[in-house]
């Protein structure tokens, strides 16, 4: 499965790798887009949701909208 979801408050390329790590962290994969804040990810949806991934991303520190 790929989504795109928006995330906020990505400032920086560190902030990237943290969005990017915690998704990995939850099981997918994601390509960090840091000027337009999209992130697309890549999970299996029969192993990880969707919502385990956006919350993972929200427990790192940043805010995420569908
Ligand atoms: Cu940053």
Same mark, same amino acid.
């Given at each position: ?11 920086? /390329? ?8 915690? @998704?990995?962290?939850?099981?997918? =994969? ?7 804040? =999209? &992130?697309? @990810? !890549?999970? !299996?949806? =029969?192993? &990880?949701?969707? /919502? ?6 929200? !427990?790192?520190?940043? !805010?995420?909208?569908?």
């Amino acid at each position: 499965m790929r989504a795109t979801i928006q995330v906020a408050g990505m400032s920086c /390329e560190g902030c990237a790798q943290s969005v990017a790590s915690a @998704v990995a962290a939850a099981g997918g =994969q994601a390509q960090v887009n840091l000027a337009t804040g =999209q &992130v697309i @990810v !890549d999970y !299996d949806s =029969q192993k &990880v949701s969707l /919502e385990s991934i956006t919350t993972a991303i929200a !427990d790192a520190g940043y !805010d995420v909208s569908a």
